[in-house]
């Protein structure tokens, strides 16, 4: 088993579930996050000045899923998230080594169906 954990921009949140949908995985933890990376932050112009943002909003996706499914998935969040610009995200997988539901007290793959 693998988890696939995808920060994005807020705004593809949509598009990114809807590509994932049609690839039919339902199953995913949504969380609003704050970071940065190389650009660290944003300068923005307003009335008194300039000011920096350091951290700028994101939207974390994880998904646990079958070895097999990794690739689809993965294809699917790239082209759905992707605008070409700095920003789009970043996408991280790790293994994960043990997976229980805690209502049935299923193990493995089978506690992700």
Excluded: H
């Amino acid at each position: 088993m693998l988890k696939i954990e995808a920060i994005i921009r807020p705004d593809k949140l949509s598009d990114v579930k809807d590509a994932l949908e049609k690839i039919g995985q339902n199953s995913m933890t949504i969380t609003e996050v704050e970071g940065r990376g190389r650009q660290k932050g944003v300068q923005l112009e307003w009335r008194v000045g300039t000011y920096t943002v350091e951290f700028l909003p994101k939207t974390k996706i994880e998904i646990v899923c079958e070895d097999s499914e990794k690739q689809g998935i993965i294809d699917a969040i790239c082209a759905a998230a992707v605008t070409g610009e700095v920003g789009d995200g970043k996408i991280f997988v790790s293994k994960v080594t043990e997976a229980l539901r805690i209502r049935t007290k299923e193990e493995g793959t089978e506690s992700l169906k």
